[in-house]
């Protein structure tokens, strides 16, 4: 029930998006959602959106078992001054350029870590932070 409620909150958020190219990988392209970044102190907050080329499987918990998904959302936070993230929702899509209605979505509590060295991850950063 309470995954039900978190879905019908994220459906209702606004379906315009002003989404801004970020990096690509071999996988996906990241796209970040200009219009939705709030800073507070050295914390940006923003949703950012991951498109892959293929196809992704994730295994998620009963009774839902395995789904595939061609995009994510997800709301992360910055710290731009210690070079940290963290996520705070993701939101999984069956179709590209999250289109349409989400067919999971789960929130993190997770703390912060440190910024990797990858591009992608890096581009993200200095997106978020500039």
């Known amino acids: 029930m309470r995954k039900w409620i978190a879905l019908s909150i994220f459906a209702a958020m606004p379906v315009w998006a002003d989404w801004s190219f970020i990096a690509k990988s071999d996988a996906f392209n990241l796209y970040g959602e200009a219009n939705t970044k709030r800073k507070t102190g050295n914390i940006v907050r923003m949703w950012s959106m991951a498109d892959y080329n293929a196809v992704q499987s ?11 998904y061609q995009s994510l959302r997800e709301l992360k936070e910055f710290d ?21 209605e989400p067919l999971y979505g789960f929130e993190s509590s997770g703390t912060f870590a440190p910024v990797a060295a990858a591009a992608v991850d890096e581009a993200q950063f200095q997106y978020a932070c500039k």
């Open 80 to 100: 731009c001054v210690n070079r940290q993230h963290r996520s705070i929702k993701t939101l999984l899509f069956a179709n590209h350029l999250a289109k349409g």
């Open 58 to 68: 994730v295994r998620l918990p009963p009774p839902l078992l395995w789904t595939n």
